[in-house]
């Protein structure tokens, strides 16, 4: 192989491997615009809906969920509920818009009542925030639960929303 040849692979390589960081760098850039766009939305419907007559907002801290006897990594818990139904309709396509955007873990019908689970963050070792969501909506109410911590489990969430 000639020089020329061993040089022009060489440049070859090297301009893949400048594709491949510009790549990296530019997903680098975009996930924190994603996870920003995510808590505006998030933000919009706390900042539309927690004070707003007709609805009932409840917030526990860690130490309030840990008298409570809720197990796993929960930091808090913001609840917020209507059974207003001149409300319910838009409070409904809010939550289900953002829920839309999230990992959703698991869904079910129970009463008459639709419950749904979403995830947004990691789990295992990588000790990242984490936030579930617990929407639950029947003809009359609905009810929409955020759990933040760290590396929450989704079965705490499920056991909490069971037996509570």
């Not at 919009?44 to 809720?70: A, C, H, R, W």
């Not at 396509?93 to 019908?109: A, G, I």
Request: charged share 25%.
């Amino acid at each position: 192989m000639s020089r020329r040849t061993e040089w022009l692979q060489v440049l070859d390589y090297s301009s893949k491997g400048v594709i491949m960081r510009r790549l990296v760098l530019l997903i680098m850039l975009l996930v924190p615009l994603f996870a920003s766009a995510q808590e505006e939305q998030l933000r919009k419907i706390y900042d539309n809906y927690l004070q707003e007559p007709g609805f009932t907002t409840v917030q526990l801290s860690k130490e309030m969920l840990k008298q409570m006897g809720v197990k796993g990594n929960i930091e808090t818990m913001t609840a917020i509920s209507t059974e207003d139904k001149d409300l319910l309709i838009g409070f409904c396509d809010d939550v289900q818009k953002f829920l839309s955007e999230q990992q959703t873990v698991m869904s079910f019908v129970n009463d008459g009542k639709r419950v749904s689970i979403h995830r947004c963050g990691t789990s295992g070792n990588s000790k990242l925030m984490t936030r579930i969501f617990i929407f639950t909506r029947s003809e009359s109410s609905a009810i929409f639960i955020t759990l933040k911590g760290m590396d929450i489990k989704v079965e705490n969430a499920i056991e909490m929303i069971s037996t509570k």
